[in-house]
């Protein structure tokens, strides 16, 4: 690393060498000033005219917005400087010379429209604000990471490359695999059960899923990261437990650990953890209360899937997170498991934010017999699926599991609007890159 200080420790007495992005010159005539933003925030670097070398002057007040220079000098109070300090200067370096005309202007002081800034993502994360949901994005991870540790659960990580989808068959990205159809994994499903199935027993799994969705919406992506977890000897309501848990455990960490990102998002103030239990709805206590509400043109009746609208109008009406659980099995996928008095009635579950579904988990279906009745009932080959299938045969507890949508629940706790602000490089149907 090279020597320099950042920014934030810059003292007055210390003499620096700090190094970093040009943000803003002021050129008030006899005195000029040079913001100077590295990552930890930004300096006062200032030019009395008069009193220093003039090449000096010149180099540091010609130089383009955002290029990269390198400055030393010593380090004094200053109460006008916006940090409280500045530095004089004794050298200066340009570094990288920026093209005067930027695509963006990082500053903030011209907005943009969400393309443009993902087109020039890099100078788009020199704002503030953007770097904070990122900063505060990889806190989430971490306390994500660390919570499922005190549930005594291994991280495990599972191939993207696989034979078969789990999710319904529309929704793959077919790719060859040396000659081979294959597929982009759309959930580590299969795979967090086999491994929940050994005496590992408790799993999770932080990685990404493809799901070629040809809706173009504020909330999906084609490429997002899955927070997975699946645990032996547990039923739905234990998964649904540790799903409470993991998403309070990404509250309280952006509470304790991220005041001055919050502070930069405007969200001091309003910024709360949910407390209190979630509401475990079944699902027709759900379609019972959504057709209450009296918000939608046609009532739902039991079999229906809840449209967006749907979710809506009980998001407003609960007003917080909340489970339905006991979904009809018939809209589940195979691997969940019916409840043991109703075969019509699944396990499965979803945990709601009132703006959108951040969950979908259940009990699995264990029961080697059962579960390749389940393959036929919904027209799948269990042939296709030997290779998880058979370690059905050889011991497998009773498990449940879940899916988080990792982007949704940043997204949902930051309040952004698009589900593209909670990812670096999104992959929608326009995007392919950067
Ligand atoms: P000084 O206090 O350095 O003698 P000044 O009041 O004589 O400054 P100029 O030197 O012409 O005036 O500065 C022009 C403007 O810049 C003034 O509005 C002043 O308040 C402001 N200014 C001067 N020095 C600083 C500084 N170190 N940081 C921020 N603003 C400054
Ligand atoms: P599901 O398909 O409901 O369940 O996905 C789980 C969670 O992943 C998120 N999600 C998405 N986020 C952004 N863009 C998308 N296109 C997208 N698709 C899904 C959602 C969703 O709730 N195997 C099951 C989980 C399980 O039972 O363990 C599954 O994948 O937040």
Excluded at 302 to 309: A, I, V
């Amino acid at each position: 690393m090279q020597d320099r200080t950042y920014t934030e420790n810059a003292e007055p007495g210390d003499e620096v060498t700090v190094a970093g992005w040009v943000h803003e010159i002021r050129d008030l005539g006899g005195i000029a000033f040079l913001i100077l933003r590295d990552t930890t925030g930004k300096i006062q670097i200032k030019f009395e005219k008069d009193e220093m070398d003039d090449e000096l002057v010149e180099t540091g007040l010609d130089v383009a917005r955002e290029s990269v220079i390198r400055v030393s000098g010593s380090v004094e109070e200053e109460p006008r400087a916006p940090t409280g300090v500045e530095v004089t200067p004794e050298e200066l370096e340009v570094v990288s010379e920026a093209d005067p005309e930027l695509p963006l202007d990082p500053s903030g002081k011209v907005d943009a429209d969400l393309s443009t800034r993902l087109d020039n993502r890099t100078l788009d994360l020199r704002k503030d604000e953007v770097q904070a949901v990122f900063e505060i994005r990889a806190e989430i991870l971490r306390a994500v990471r660390e919570q499922f540790r005190e549930f005594h659960c291994t991280e495990i990580n599972t191939p993207k490359i696989v034979a078969t989808g789990t999710e319904g068959g529309t929704e793959l990205f077919p790719i060859t695999y040396f000659g081979e159809e294959a597929f982009m994994n759309q959930s580590p499903q299969l795979f967090k059960q086999l491994i929940a199935g050994s005496n590992v027993e408790r799993v999770f799994e932080i990685g990404p899923i493809f799901r070629a969705e040809e809706h173009n919406t504020p909330r999906h992506l084609n490429e997002a990261t899955s927070i997975d977890f699946e645990g032996a000897f547990c039923d739905a309501h234990d998964a649904m437990d540790v799903a409470e848990g993991i998403v309070k455990a990404a509250y309280e960490a952006v509470t304790e650990n991220c005041s001055e990102e919050l502070e930069t998002l405007g969200l001091e103030d309003e910024f709360e953890v949910p407390d209190g239990d979630f509401p475990r709805l079944t699902y027709e206590e759900a379609i019972e209360r959504i057709n209450a509400t009296g918000e939608l043109d046609e009532q739902l009746v039991w079999g229906d899937d809840l449209p967006t609208e749907a979710e809506k109008a009980l998001g407003d009406d609960v007003g917080g997170h909340y489970f339905i659980t006991e979904w009809p099995s018939e809209i589940k996928p195979f691997y969940i498991k019916d409840t043991d008095d109703d075969e019509t009635l699944s396990t499965g579950f979803d945990l709601m934010h009132p703006r959108m579904e951040l969950v979908s988990g259940g009990q699995r279906e264990h029961r080697h017999e059962h579960l390749i009745e389940g393959f036929e009932q919904q027209g799948l080959d269990p042939d296709q699926f030997e290779y998880y299938t058979k370690m059905f045969k050889y011991g497998m507890p009773p498990h449940a599991g879940f899916g988080l949508g990792g982007e949704r629940l940043i997204m949902t706790i930051l309040g952004l609007d698009n589900i593209r602000e909670a990812v670096l490089f999104p992959r929608d149907r326009q995007r392919l890159s950067p």
